[in-house]
Protein backbone atom coordinates (compact mmCIF):
# COMPACT_ATOMS: atom_id res chain seq x y z
CA UNK A 1 0.00 0.00 0.00
CA UNK A 2 1.45 3.51 -0.88
CA UNK A 3 0.49 6.10 1.58
CA UNK A 4 0.78 10.33 0.89
CA UNK A 5 2.70 12.09 2.96
CA UNK A 6 4.89 15.27 3.92
CA UNK A 7 8.28 15.03 1.76
CA UNK A 8 8.50 18.67 2.37
CA UNK A 9 8.21 22.08 3.79
CA UNK A 10 9.39 26.00 3.62
CA UNK A 11 7.73 27.31 6.76
CA UNK A 12 6.86 30.90 7.14
CA UNK A 13 7.88 32.68 4.20
CA UNK A 14 6.98 36.23 3.06
CA UNK A 15 5.25 36.70 -0.24
CA UNK A 16 8.09 39.63 -2.43
CA UNK A 17 5.26 39.53 -5.37
CA UNK A 18 2.23 38.52 -7.04
CA UNK A 19 2.18 39.02 -10.87
CA UNK A 20 -1.54 38.57 -11.98
CA UNK A 21 -0.10 38.39 -15.79
CA UNK A 22 1.67 35.34 -16.14
CA UNK A 23 0.67 31.59 -16.44
CA UNK A 24 0.27 30.43 -13.04
CA UNK A 25 3.10 28.95 -10.63
CA UNK A 26 4.87 29.95 -7.98
CA UNK A 27 8.15 31.35 -7.92
CA UNK A 28 10.60 30.11 -5.26
CA UNK A 29 14.52 31.45 -4.15
CA UNK A 30 16.29 28.28 -5.72
CA UNK A 31 18.66 28.46 -2.17
CA UNK A 32 15.04 27.53 -0.24
CA UNK A 33 14.24 24.97 -3.05
CA UNK A 34 17.47 22.98 -2.63
CA UNK A 35 17.09 22.97 1.12
CA UNK A 36 13.67 21.55 1.06
CA UNK A 37 14.56 19.04 -1.68
CA UNK A 38 11.49 20.56 -3.57
CA UNK A 39 12.47 20.52 -7.55
CA UNK A 40 11.32 22.99 -10.29
CA UNK A 41 7.66 21.69 -12.11
CA UNK A 42 6.90 20.06 -9.01
CA UNK A 43 3.27 20.27 -7.40
CA UNK A 44 3.42 22.08 -3.71
CA UNK A 45 0.19 22.83 -1.66
CA UNK A 46 0.02 26.54 -0.72
CA UNK A 47 -1.08 27.78 3.10
CA UNK A 48 -1.10 31.43 3.16
CA UNK A 49 -1.44 32.32 7.14
CA UNK A 50 -3.01 35.84 6.47
CA UNK A 51 -6.21 34.65 4.92
CA UNK A 52 -6.36 30.81 5.58
CA UNK A 53 -6.44 30.31 1.66
CA UNK A 54 -4.95 26.87 0.48
CA UNK A 55 -4.44 26.25 -3.07
CA UNK A 56 -2.22 24.01 -5.29
CA UNK A 57 -0.04 25.12 -8.09
CA UNK A 58 4.02 24.15 -9.21
CA UNK A 59 7.26 25.48 -8.47
CA UNK A 60 9.42 27.52 -10.68
CA UNK A 61 13.22 28.75 -9.97
CA UNK A 62 13.85 31.63 -8.79
CA UNK A 63 17.08 33.58 -8.48
CA UNK A 64 19.37 31.65 -5.97
CA UNK A 65 19.85 34.03 -2.50
CA UNK A 66 17.55 36.47 -3.94
CA UNK A 67 14.45 35.81 -1.45
CA UNK A 68 12.12 35.30 -4.03
CA UNK A 69 8.55 34.62 -3.14
CA UNK A 70 6.26 35.11 -6.38
CA UNK A 71 2.72 33.89 -6.55
CA UNK A 72 1.67 33.87 -10.63
CA UNK A 73 -1.33 33.78 -12.51
CA UNK A 74 -4.77 33.54 -11.08
CA UNK A 75 -2.39 32.41 -7.67
CA UNK A 76 -1.72 35.81 -7.28
CA UNK A 77 -5.19 36.82 -6.46
CA UNK A 78 -5.04 34.52 -3.20
CA UNK A 79 -2.13 36.54 -1.88
CA UNK A 80 -1.07 40.39 -1.18
CA UNK A 81 2.30 41.51 -1.06
CA UNK A 82 3.90 40.55 2.89
CA UNK A 83 1.39 37.78 3.43
CA UNK A 84 2.70 34.97 5.46
CA UNK A 85 3.26 31.08 3.28
CA UNK A 86 3.57 27.85 4.13
CA UNK A 87 4.59 25.73 1.34
CA UNK A 88 4.03 21.88 1.32
CA UNK A 89 5.15 18.81 -0.68
CA UNK A 90 4.07 15.41 -0.40
CA UNK A 91 5.31 12.38 -1.30
CA UNK A 92 3.57 8.64 -1.95
CA UNK A 93 5.66 5.44 -0.57
CA UNK A 94 5.31 2.57 0.90
CA UNK A 95 3.63 2.98 4.82
CA UNK A 96 6.77 0.55 5.79
CA UNK A 97 9.29 3.60 4.36
CA UNK A 98 7.18 6.38 5.64
CA UNK A 99 7.06 5.24 9.22
CA UNK A 100 10.27 6.36 9.48
CA UNK A 101 10.75 8.91 6.73
CA UNK A 102 12.32 12.15 7.79
CA UNK A 103 10.63 15.20 5.89
CA UNK A 104 12.77 18.48 5.05
CA UNK A 105 11.31 21.25 7.06
CA UNK A 106 13.02 24.29 6.50
CA UNK A 107 12.62 27.81 8.45
CA UNK A 108 13.75 30.48 6.21
CA UNK A 109 14.51 34.13 8.33
CA UNK A 110 12.31 37.47 7.86
CA UNK A 111 14.06 38.03 4.21
CA UNK A 112 13.73 34.54 3.25
CA UNK A 113 16.98 33.43 3.12
CA UNK A 114 19.02 30.84 5.45
CA UNK A 115 20.60 31.59 7.59
CA UNK A 116 24.23 30.80 8.03
Given at each position: ?F????????????????????????T???D??E?????E????Q???N?????????V??????SG??CL?????R????G????????????QK???????K?????????L??
Amino acid sequence: MFIEVLKSKIHRVKVTQAELNYVGSITVDEDLMEAANIIEGEKVQIVNNNNGERFETYVIKGERNSGIICLNGAAARRVQVGDILIIISYAYMKQKKAINYSPKLVFPNDDNKLED
